[in-house]
């Protein structure tokens, strides 16, 4: 039967429509008309015909209609928790007095879930979505980016559903626009909802329709983040008071700027997608200019000057007055004529503002205005010999233009006492100026001087290579423009100049890409596995390509009896067990071959499809032998080896080496499909953007061109499932000292660090066995209370040792180092041959040796019994003489092993040393590991970590247990400072229920409340004030 909905074209009912065009899967004869009311006339037999009149009666029928969908629920709970969440849409909760406490219920009921009721759409979500599309407040607080992180996830998600666009697409205009008591049109101010936005973004007098922003670059080289900051924050303004944008270029210096610099630039600014009212140079002023210049020099407001710079520079800072600051207006007039033919005096002149030459505030020193030049312009060719400078141009231009806010970084703060003074002078409107702190990066230079150095060495591929922090850098390496949106208005409009990591911008990004973003598979080309799957035909399945969003469609998965794996993902495998290949299902491992070095080269299998269980099953990603695309994936680095760059230094310096690696990988046959610019994400290995697509097999080169794909960091530093990657295979194998000269670039190529030969290996020894006796005769010297002059002697020449130590081991000497130089075996002294000389290492055992531990159990013993006599009050004597036992006892452990021994360390390993060695001692066996490849008991592999990342445990060392979880969930913010803690708001929200806890009980014992004050220096006040925004030192301060 036709089910015809009459909708409101005054009133859409949103969820009603919605429902219907869900419903359309499974009903092609559902039609939608507009009219004055809503309705559904059914007709209902027997009793006649029945009409629903509202969009949630409709629903509920339609959606009855196609059980199938589940849009109504499959359970009769879920079917409660559908009609509570339709009352809630159509109930008073986004009123405008609740809204805000509304969004606060909605974003909880979506923590942790994809959906509101279940796991698919039901009519929870379409009324909900429905009711906040129309709403006016909610596209408020879109457009400020202040909603709550859940719920736009929710609705951003929904809002890219086809099904949803169609839908909007065919509501009529008039279905959307609610009319309001007091249109804006009519109105000299901001209704509530824009007053609330105005004082977010805190610009005194913005009114809506009103606000004039511009952004002013200079047509001297491409657009970079900071730049893209600018940009997106006055667009921010325009949009949030329905305001102007003016891009405006700053073609002032005819020596710098370029056509082809201008083309780059709004090339950039399309890419931001910032779309400008109006466009301006401010060459076309030049006359207006001009005309100001002369009246101010008529004025005596200015005058010309033909001191050289140097000697200017040098004045200025003296606050030493120029020999022609009082020339006369003939004088000055004079001087102006021969700038503005271009004379070779005039070219010698230029033009100063008479401010004053004692004030504070250097600025202000009589700065430049108009200077000669000869230069033929951009725009104007040769026409002016003359051209004004930034800082006397742009206040006039600004006030001209008609901006009503003018945006500036922190840095030209000392210059907006000038730019009011033009202003005041030549009584011209004066704009607000606005001050926000300039972005700055870490491992990063934004200097145009020095990305053109980069470009000119070589270094980099050019202004958009994917490590360079230019828009078309960070665009091509995967940034979305509305990642780095949301990454710009969290920073708002903050004047704490601070440093932000890369990873922070990288998290926005993956919080808009991920929900959308298409699962792929690929593998590495080298170290491939094959694994022959038993009893399996070649054929297809269709799979999800996202398996929360299906709006992304779906993909064919090609099934054989032959499939390829990682070779690290073959070597977790275990014969006799189960393994779950991903939108595969479970295959038993029915046998493991291996070559004679003991690396897997295939691996027969059996399918197990009928096991649901994937819990405790390794979790494989794999693809069919045939057919497979060839790809190639880059990954990119820091250009720069220092996080950040002290004033002195000289970027050259530590640019970063090996910044680019490409690893061949044999990829899903759907990525012959992508085009570039796609961003997709490789299963277990992270999300990637299309550099260049696919080209089939040429008739010219006979060669097949692969998928370029680059990888884009998403804001974690952990590693990846898969760690078969050749990039981080190779970084696991680089050396110690490699990876710490690779990190410094070319700085550490001065003194370059060398790999330990088998000689220098036997000095490292020799000197840690020197130190650690050297060591003991300054304290032997100290203890016996020998002259000064015999401590320093001693002293000295322990500081030769530690010298001699690092120089041969590139690293400082740290008191566990000779422990861990000596390599020792149960039943001899290990030997090594050196410079033709055989040596032998300290003759000491490791602290699993069965003497050592009869030792420690000594040491134990008596420390009881030092305890014990001094709890029940024994004589004096006697405690001494117990203590004297136990340090010769301990003594005694520390020549045997080489290790010292605290009572409370040795009470702690005495318990489970036994079960240790024993775990030890089969980890050895099964990695083929030996005891002589221990170092004092301690396995030279890698420290063991948890699968949450955490290396300590909490029973052995809940102080270190305890920083790693708080660090590893990302609770704090930052913590260098000793014993402080910055808690983000999620993390301090947990602390207060602790501290609630802790003054309830404390209370109830009688104790009162105190507090006590703590004291930090200046200095790391101040180094805070480099990581927190708004962080204000002064206020703080106590010393």
């Known amino acids: 039967?036709?089910?015809?909905?009459?909708?409101?074209?005054?009133?859409?009912?949103?969820?009603?429509?919605?429902?219907?065009q869900f419903a359309r899967e499974k009903l092609d004869v559902i039609e939608v008309e507009w009219g004055n009311t809503t309705c559904l006339e059914v007709d209902g037999g027997q009793d006649g015909n029945v009409t629903f009149n509202t969009g949630a009666a409709i629903s509920r029928y339609v959606a009855r209609l196609v059980p199938s969908l589940g849009l109504y629920g499959s359970t009769a709970l879920q079917r409660t928790e559908v009609d509570h969440w339709i009352t809630f849409a159509l109930g008073s909760s986004f009123c405008e007095r609740r809204f805000k406490d509304t969004l606060g219920l909605l974003d909880g009921a979506l923590s942790g879930v994809t959906y509101l009721v279940g796991s698919t759409v039901t009519l929870a979500d379409l009324h909900v979505w429905g009711t906040l599309f129309v709403s006016e407040r909610w596209r408020s607080v879109l457009d400020r980016h202040e909603g709550p992180v859940n719920v736009v996830r929710w609705y951003t998600l929904l809002s890219?559903?086809?099904?949803?666009?169609?839908?909007?697409?065919?509501?009529?205009?008039?279905?959307?626009?609610?009319?309001?008591?007091?249109?804006?049109?009519?109105?000299?101010?901001?209704?509530?909802g824009r007053k609330e936005e105005g004082k977010f973004v805190e610009l005194p007098g913005a009114q809506k329709g009103k606000l004039v922003v511009r952004f002013?670059?200079?047509?001297?080289?491409y657009l970079h983040i900071g730049h893209a900051k600018a940009a997106l924050l006055n667009q921010y303004y325009q949009v949030a008071f329905d305001g102007k944008l003016i891009?405006?270029?700053?073609?002032?210096?005819?020596?710098?700027?370029?056509?082809?610099?201008?083309?780059?630039?709004?090339?950039?600014?399309?890419?931001?997608?910032?779309?400008?009212?109006?466009?301006?140079?401010?060459?076309?002023?030049?006359?207006?200019?001009?005309?100001?210049?002369?009246?101010?020099?008529?004025?005596?407001?200015?005058?010309?000057?033909?001191?050289?710079?140097?000697?200017m520079k040098q004045e200025r800072e003296q606050r030493k007055?120029?020999?022609n600051r009082h020339n006369n207006v003939d004088m000055n007039l004079k001087m102006w004529k021969e700038m503005l033919k271009g004379s070779e005096f005039g070219k010698s002149c230029c033009v100063r503002a008479k401010i004053d030459m004692q004030s504070a505030n250097g600025c202000m020193r009589d700065p430049t205005i108009y200077r000669c030049k000869t230069e033929a312009h951009i725009r104007t060719g040769t026409k002016y010999k003359v051209y004004p400078t930034y800082d006397f141009a742009c206040p006039i231009v600004d006030s001209v233009e008609g901006v009503t806010h003018a945006l500036r970084t922190t840095e030209y703060h000392d210059r907006d006492e000038q730019y009011y003074w033009f202003l005041d002078r030549l009584q011209l409107r004066k704009p607000y100026v606005w001050e926000y702190s300039r972005l700055n990066m870490t491992n990063t230079v934004l200097s145009k001087r020095k990305l053109t150095w980069f470009v000119a060495e070589g270094l980099v591929n050019g202004w958009d290579d994917p490590r360079f922090p230019t828009v078309r850098g960070v665009l091509r390496r995967g940034m979305t423009v509305e990642g780095l949106k949301q990454f710009i208005v969290a920073q708002g409009s903050s004047r704490s100049v601070v440093t932000m990591e890369w990873d922070k911008i990288w998290a926005f990004?993956?919080?808009?890409?991920?929900?959308?973003?298409?699962?792929?598979?690929?593998?590495?080309?080298?170290?491939?596995?094959?694994?022959?799957?038993?009893?399996?035909?070649?054929?297809?399945?269709?799979?999800?390509?996202?398996?929360?969003?299906?709006?992304?469609?779906?993909?064919?998965?090609?099934?054989?009896?032959?499939?390829?794996?990682?070779?690290?993902?073959?070597?977790?495998?275990?014969?006799?067990?189960?393994?779950t290949f991903i939108n595969w299902g479970n295959l038993t491992i029915s046998k493991i071959e291996r070559d004679a070095g003991g690396r897997v080269t295939s691996v027969c299998t059996k399918l197990d499809l009928d096991n649901k269980d994937y819990k405790k099953t390794a979790k494989i990603t794999w693809l069919c032998a045939e057919p497979l695309v060839r790809c190639t994936c880059v990954y990119y680095d820091h250009i720069i080896g220092k996080a950040v760059l002290d004033r002195d230094d000289d970027f050259r310096n530590y640019v970063a080496k090996n910044t680019k690696t490409e690893v061949e990988m044999l990829g899903d046959p759907e990525l012959r499909h992508l085009k570039k610019g796609d961003i997709i994400q490789l299963q277990r290995r992270g999300f990637f953007i299309c550099d260049s697509p696919y080209e089939p097999l040429s008739r010219y080169t006979s060669c097949e061109s692969p998928v370029i794909l680059i990888h884009v960091p998403d804001g974690h530093t952990k590693q990846l499932p898969t760690l078969g990657l050749k990039a981080e295979k190779e970084r696991r194998q680089m050396t110690g000292n490699e990876q710490s000269q690779n990190s410094l670039g070319t700085f550490a190529e001065r003194s370059p660090k060398r790999e330990t030969t088998a000689s220098e290996s036997m000095s490292k020894v020799e000197l840690a066995a020197s130190i650690q006796e050297q060591g003991d005769r300054v304290r032997r010297s100290k203890a016996e209370k020998a002259s000064k002059e015999v401590v320093a002697a001693e002293v000295k020449i322990l500081l030769d040792l530690k010298s001699q130590y690092k120089a041969a081991t590139g690293s400082d000497w740290q008191p566990q180092t000779a422990s861990s130089a000596r390599i020792t075996n149960r039943d001899e002294d290990v030997k090594r041959e050196s410079k033709g000389v055989q040596m032998s290492v300290s003759n000491t055992v490791g602290i699993d040796h069965e003497d050592a531990v009869s030792l420690r159990a000594k040491v134990d013993a008596q420390g009881e019994r030092v305890r014990k006599l001094k709890s029940s009050a024994g004589s004096r004597d006697d405690v001494n003489e117990a203590v004297q036992t136990l340090l010769s006892l301990k003594a005694q452990y520390k020549a045997l092993t080489g290790h010292d021994l605290a009572g409370g360390e040795s009470r702690k390993s005495a318990k489970g040393e036994g079960k240790k060695k024993k775990e030890a001692k089969a980890q050895g066996s099964a990695s083929g590991e030996t005891e002589a490849q221990k170092v004092d008991g301690v396995c030279s592999t890698a420290k063991k970590t948890t699968r949450l990342g955490l290396e300590a445990a909490k029973e052995e060392d809940l102080s270190d247990w305890y920083s790693q979880v708080i660090t590893k969930a990302e609770m704090i913010e930052y913590y260098d400072v000793s014993g402080c803690y910055i808690l983000r708001p999620w993390a301090f929200a947990v602390w207060e229920s602790i501290t609630a806890f802790f003054d309830t009980e404390i209370k109830k014992l009688g104790v009162q409340n105190c507090y006590f004050p703590m004291f930090v220096s200046q200095s790391a006040l101040n180094k805070e004030k480099t990581h927190i925004a708004d962080f204000s030192p002064e206020v703080s301060s106590a010393r």
């Open 216 to 221: 002013p670059p200079e047509a001297s080289g």
């Open 509 to 579: 990004n993956k919080k808009v890409i991920d929900p959308v973003a298409p699962r792929f598979t690929a593998v590495e080309a080298e170290g491939v596995v094959r694994v022959r799957a038993e009893g399996v035909r070649r054929g297809s399945i269709e799979v999800p390509k996202h398996p929360k969003n299906e709006a992304v469609g779906t993909k064919t998965v090609f099934l054989g009896p032959d499939v390829l794996i990682d070779g690290v993902d073959a070597e977790a495998l275990v014969e006799g067990r189960n393994a």
């Open 321 to 323: 007055e120029s020999k």
């Open 1 to 20: 039967m036709a089910v015809k909905i009459r909708a409101c074209s005054k009133n859409a009912p949103i969820g009603a429509l919605l429902t219907a």
């Open 160 to 192: 890219s559903d086809e099904r949803f666009r169609r839908v909007v697409e065919s509501i009529p205009t008039s279905a959307l626009t609610k009319p309001t008591s007091q249109p804006f049109e009519n109105s000299d101010h901001l209704p509530t």
């Open 247 to 311: 891009l405006r270029f700053d073609d002032t210096n005819p020596s710098k700027e370029t056509l082809e610099f201008e083309q780059v630039i709004l090339e950039d600014v399309a890419m931001l997608q910032i779309r400008p009212d109006v466009f301006s140079h401010t060459s076309d002023h030049f006359d207006l200019l001009l005309s100001y210049c002369e009246s101010m020099l008529r004025d005596s407001l200015a005058y010309c000057d033909d001191t050289d710079a140097g000697t």
